[in-house]
């Protein structure tokens, strides 16, 4: 059984139009995959020698150790925006002899040969042989290693319980702030010393191997409740067919006032409001908005004044760039009506470009307060935003012309919870970086001003030119016009 | 009205349609059958330009369709639920394609309150999205919106496919009413060979592409059809 899955899975993934098409980015991930190994083995074997300079009176053993809270609690974020479960299509294997459990263990064994799951093994198992190297126990040390790896396991599985409960709230973050938040908080406030009970944890059940059971335990209760989530699930009235909800109707009369574009705008309201997959994005603005706090309370950050622009792109386009890059991706189910209709693909284009300006001009105000850590900021803010309106945005819908990707709004897969994954952010990289360098560059050469001048400038040129841009834009959304019918009226 | 010529259409050098040529007058109700891979699905997809044509070209009121767009405005069309947004209700996207087609909400509610028959009461006003419609009630919801705007020309694959008998019957009647009441050309494809004739004044039979019968609909094409489909049967069963 689990030969034809996998044998499944490699077609599937071989076949997509999406695959074929996008090989660049494929050999991109690959890069940046090669490039993180590399990181952790470095940091797996100069772990050793670093922390005995720079806690030299301390085992560097324990201080490890000490870091393990956060590295859970990092690795659990960082899972959370980027991994998810991996996607099968089950509909058609439900009324064939094929045992539900089968179905629900091959789709959490192979979560467990994520990326995500081996890229930690980079730096635990150098670390374990320096560890030994430098006259550690060696039965001691090997016990740890097991225990890391079964941690790593734990989070791979808690993951995917956050994750189900998150796609079940409309806040689709909250479960896992809460999560990590209260940890924090009980660390950070001394209610509970986190870090050194983890700490204390990990070194008991080095120097006790049989305490191993414990994480063993846990892991196969995450396992076992993954199994019952999914399990549930697997039945096509729970997840396949829909929810009928009630229609919430909202006035979107005040969208009258841009014209000829009205019913796209409306329309395209209706498409953010009523589907989940679009819905986060307009939550993951809340989250954009904050960004900055993660630095700019920082003595550190403030002094780096060309990280500014980068924030301020961030913050101000983060709706931008994560509505823009699947435009017109979004509009796949019926993209075939929309071509036979009695439409301007100008009109169209125009309806997302003012869409994504009004984002970016609210997400500016709502950033004002970012003031209170320099006017500078929020100088760097506005120029971000007049780069975003003027370069970005359009720089987003000349992209999506290349886009070849169906979104299914309608039917979501079945195991799929966030619809995104590493992709979507490494798309938006060069977005912030290319107007950070810029910057930075001129903030170096010259300074501050000239730099925000620059950044200004570029989009400024853009708005004056958005007439003529968008012309051509049109022009390459009619050349690639069969091309996209034909990979959007494809599944997968 | 619509006008074919040396349509050919190929995936990789296997041709998958070719009409000589292919003209259908205004007002004319005409009815496309064949089988599976017949290629009927694949010149409505000409038709409206969804696909480009390998050689030759269609012109629809005169306006070669893969050169201008100008036959989108007097053209509509539901092909499969594809033409429907799901995340709307049918309400809301009768107002969309009629805001399309420069109608306003009065001119939608007046077009569709004519259908509330053929609704049956499980479309409108019902506070549900399409997406969460039957089948059936999504493909009433997707023909009367290829209604919306007075278009001459409307195109509909598999009309009857997935409607109860009841919708079938009214549906029969709506589309003779446009062809001779108001002169609008319709093109259905069917494989209800009785649904066909009767709508159909004229019925075009294709095999693997080419057009093998075009009749005439008079009280013997029903028999004329199932004679052929039936042979064909028969031949395969033989050669087995």
Redo the contacts between chains.
Sequence with gaps: MIKHFLNLEWKQYFRSSYWQKNLALNILLVFLALYFIVIFLALGFGLLPILKKVYPEQDPFVVVNGFMFFWIIVDLMMRFFLQKLPVMSVKPLLTLPIKRSTVVHFVLGKSAFSFFNFLPLFAIIPFSIMLIADGKDSSMVLTWMFTLISVVLIINFLNFIIEAFSAETELSFLPLIAVVGTLYALDAFSIVSMSSLIGDAFIGIANNPILILAPLAILLFCYGFNFKILKGKLFLDASLKSKVTEVKVADLAWTKRFGDIAPFMQLDLKLIWRNKRTKSSVFIMVIGLLYGLFFYPQEIYRDLVWIYPFIGIFVTGIFLINFGQFIPAWDSSYYKMLMSQNIKYEQYLRSKFILMVLSVALMFILSIPYVYFGWKILLAHFAAAIYNIGVNSHVMLYGGSFNRKKIDLNQRAAFNYQGTGAVQWIIGLPLMILPMLIFALANWLVGFEAGIAILIVAGVVGIVLHKKLMKQITQRYLNAKYKMIDAFSQDN | MIYTKELTKSYNGNTVLNIEELTIPKGQSFGLVGNNGAGKTTYFSLL?????PSTGRITNNEIVVDESEDW??F???F?DE????????PE?YFY??G????QNKADVDALTSQFEDFFNGEIIGK???L??LSKGNQKKAGIVAALI?NPEVIVLDEPFANLDPTTQIRLKQILKDLAEKQGVTILISSHDLMHVTDVCERIVVLEKGDVVKDLKTSPATLKELEVHFAGRLETVEEEE
Excluded at chain 2, 82 to 89: D, Q
């Design positions: 409206l330009d969804l696909i480009k989108k405005p053209t509509s069309a092909i594809s033409f429907l947004i799901g995340y709307l209700t809301e969309f394609i805001d399309l087609r420069g506070k549900k999205y997406r969460d705007g």
